[in-house]
Nanobody, 127 residues
């Protein structure tokens, strides 16, 4: 089955850090731009970061710019999202997906261009 498997979520205090992992199953990351999305309670899912297929270009939404870092490990066929200086408003379910239409880090992140969605991982920022 072709999909992503996310992990690494949890409960963290404001100001803390987490690293999310997104392992690709059934396909190779070399051929797709990869995006991270999140959906907070009562809100629509939003694209927050993406990385090009070659790993050289990245994009971040304004709410996470300077605090989150996206990266890939091609040997492990895995994408990471390093999150630091976490805020209460970062609480959400985080998803990764592959952009089947682009190889570059493209903004805005258009959700219908993405496929192979994982099940999501919950991140809760609370004191």
């Amino acid at each position: 089955q072709v999909k992503f498997v996310e992990s690494g979520g949890g409960l963290v205090q404001p100001g803390g850090s987490l690293r999310l992992s997104c392992a690709a199953a059934g396909f190779n990351l070399d051929y797709y731009a990869i995006g991270w999305f999140r959906q907070a309670p009562g809100k629509e899912r939003e694209g927050i970061s993406c990385i090009s297929a070659n790993g050289r270009d990245t994009w971040y939404s304004e709410p996470v710019k300077g605090r989150f870092v996206i990266s890939t490990d091609k040997a492990k066929n895995t994408v990471y999202l390093e999150m630091s200086s976490l805020k209460l408003e970062d609480t959400a379910v985080y998803y990764c997906a592959a952009n089947l239409m682009r190889v570059g880090a493209h903004a805005p992140m258009i959700e219908h261009e993405y496929s192979y969605w994982g099940q999501g991982t919950q991140v809760t920022v609370s004191s």
